[in-house]
């Protein structure tokens, strides 16, 4: 079956590998079999990876240096029309891996194009495209997730004194500042880092060369196409070579955990942007309203950040579902890891965009979430402290204390900062049966809100200089990350630009030789 193709008035031959068998697929069959929307992702992977495994084959001796030279002008002209828009590729092709070794021959003839191939099976071929993708996407969402983070660090160092309640079991729980808060999304958020910047070591190694599950009879040298794709290493034994995905399994969970803290910051924002909390305030553009409520102003984003983690879940759930039974080797099944593989980078690195931007542009109402705070019995087990520290009560006395002021203070409408020496006396003698006496002087100091702050003295605590070291932290270990992360980048720039170097070379010999 002949099928045309945008490239000029050439046609090409989709079925390049049906030589086994005598009658042409379905149509039916060839949209079900075809992975090119998903492969699109990886095209010009599969150039480079081919065009290294074709430089590896002249080194070796096993292609002529002219068939290599045809071969890499034919690659880099397709890779020119792809960057054009000028490709349009019908689905009768299974994948990008037979369309690019079919325009090759049909451009240079199969003498020499049905060279391209040698030493090479598709599934050490697409194992490779994908490793090189999804270690460019990875990429890409450290440089965002790095970006969020500093984003974090320049807002908490902004509201370092905006008090505001810090929740257990969705209950008031202590006092703290929203710093303190954003700081501990800082520290999350990092871990990611440090577990993308593990996962990448598991992602770049090479399985090109492994051949289809048992390797070659051909001499190909592995170390030298790993080296020229800018992988640190090779993947060893030819089965786990073609056959594992472990890398895709474990990028896509890093992901997730990832997206899980996204969308639990997400819920918090949306929460504390109702009417009834008031503690914060979305940007415009970052806001969606009501087609028939005039009042509205809704956190539609954050709301579909928070609805496109369950996405994310779910195609983590089917990229382990599809792994859990397949027999060991290479099965056509795992053609169907990239669709949600590709899907759990598109959301996440989305979803990085939009919750940096609602950081930076979030209106915070320090007014607002200081009254919540002086109105409530936060400060109970600042009090119950000092009662500790000022008296001889052990904590638990305190604690029983302190309780039973807090149920007084809610049945008589009365608040912490109302309480009096003479009724912590009093209520001591009723629970306690001892006569606690504690001077005003020092309840005052008790209770006051920064000084309940400030008297935090536990590493990690909302106090200002305890906020001043995590941030100070925090940034030094995300310029540690982004360091890394400069380093990685820059290897695979380096290595891809001596692939292309060395491309260059052979293609400019041929105008050398005919001058």
Known sequence: MRISIIIGESELNAGLYRGRLSKEKSEKTS?????????????????????????MLHEQGIISREDLTKILCTLERLRSQKRRGEIEI??????????????????????????????????????????????????IISENTIDLIKSILEVAEKHTDSLMILYTHTQHA??????????????????????????????????LGAGPIGGSRF???????????????????????????????????????????????????????????????????????SSVMPQKKNPCPLELLRGKTGHVYGALISLLTMMKGLSTGYNRDL????PPLWMIFDIVEDSLEILRGVILTLAVNKERMREVVSESYVIA????????KRSKLSFREA???????????????????????????????????????????????????????????????????????????????LDRHRRLL???????EESRSKLMDTVKKYIESIDSDKM
């Open 31 to 55: 949209r079900f079999l075809s992975s090119l929307e998903d492969d699109m992702r990886i095209f010009e992977e599969d150039i480079d990876g081919t065009e290294a495994h074709d430089i």
């Open 90 to 139: 019908p689905t009768d092709f299974e994948d990008i891996h037979e369309f690019l070794e079919a325009y090759v021959i049909e451009e240079i003839g199969i003498e020499v194009g049905g060279k391209l191939h040698t030493g090479r099976s598709r599934n050490d071929q697409v194992a490779t495209d994908i490793r090189m993708r999804v270690r460019k996407d990875l990429n």
């Open 174 to 207: 202590q006092i703290g500042t929203f710093s303190h808060y954003l700081l501990a999304y800082a520290e999350s958020l990092i871990r990611c880092l440090a577990r993308f910047d593990d996962c990448y070591k598991r992602v770049n190694l090479s399985p």
């Open 219 to 289: 001499d190909v040298d592995r170390e030298r196409t790993s080296s020229l794709l800018g992988f640190d290493s090779i993947l060893e034994n030819s089965i786990d070579a073609v056959s594992s995905r472990d890398f895709a399994l474990e990028t896509a969970s890093v992901l997730a955990l990832l997206i899980t803290e996204m969308s639990r910051i997400s819920e918090d924002l949306i929460l504390w942007s109702s009417t009834e909390f008031g503690y914060l305030e979305l940007a415009d553009e970052y806001s969606s309203t």
């Open 335 to 338: 053609q169907e890891t990239k």
């Open 381 to 388: 087990v600042d009090l119950a402290e000092e009662l500790v």
């Open 399 to 477: 604690h029983k204390l302190v309780g039973n002021l807090v149920r007084e203070g809610t049945n008589s409408g009365i608040s912490l900062k109302n309480v009096t020496s003479d009724l912590i006396e009093r209520l001591s003698w009723e629970i306690l049966g001892k006569r606690i006496k504690v001077s005003e002087e020092i309840i005052k100091s008790a209770i006051d809100l920064q000084e309940c702050l400030e008297k935090r003295v536990t590493i990690g605590s909302p106090a200002a200089k305890m906020q001043r070291r995590m941030i100070k932290n925090n940034r030094r270990r």
């Open 486 to 492: 400069e380093k990685r980048v820059k290897s695979i």
